[in-house]
């Protein structure tokens, strides 16, 4: 089990409240560290070992959950995210060009994150929506058929929006 991990208070009620939505419990992992990710985007170490000693789980098991599913990080994400999709029918469409406009556009290559923490960029295997290729996802919203032009308007529009 982890020890008790000293937390800010806002930190603490915040990953109780969590925690209480869920139950202490250790099915309930999956969905207290899913909130997490949302609240802070994403996981921080001392959020983990305070879950593992609520939930009464090894901290190794709780950092098995975290690094298997994509949706989590482990380090600092940007409040937007932007995914391009990478697999075979966006690639076919254009991904590859989608994906230079936006590092270009935001000076990012996937994986990295601003300074300011406002956006990060990140490619996925597939977002199930093969046929409306290429595929871009910014924050909660999906767009189909992106060019090139389109992808530099839609980022114009994130970045005002988090400048």
């Known amino acids: 089990m982890a020890a008790e991990t000293q937390l800010p208070e806002e930190d603490l009620l915040l990953l109780s409240a969590i925690v209480a939505d869920h139950g202490a419990r250790p099915s309930s992992v999956l969905q207290i ?4 990710n949302q609240q802070y985007h994403y996981l921080p170490k001392e959020s983990l070992e305070w879950v593992a000693g609520q939930v009464k789980m090894p901290i ?3 950092y ?3 690094t298997f599913f994509k949706v989590f ?3 600092p994400r940007g409040r937007t995210i932007i995914h391009v999709c990478t697999g075979t029918a966006c690639h076919v469409k254009g991904a ?8 270009k556009d935001t000076n990012l290559k996937p ?9 990060t960029l990140e490619t996925v295997n597939c977002v199930g929506a093969c046929a409306s290729a290429p595929v871009v996802r910014i ?7 992106v060019t090139p032009p389109q992808i530099a308007a ?10």
């Open 33 to 36: 560290l899913l909130d997490i």
């Open 139 to 145: 924050g909660e919203v999906t767009y189909s058929e």
């Open 154 to 163: 839609l980022l114009r529009t994130v970045i005002h929006q988090e400048g």
């Open 111 to 119: 994986g990295q994150t601003t300074e300011d923490l406002s956006l």
């Open 73 to 75: 990080s482990l380090t």
């Open 60 to 62: 190794n098991q709780i």
């Open 96 to 103: 590859p060009k989608l994906l230079d406009r936006v590092a």
């Open 64 to 66: 098995s959950v975290a």
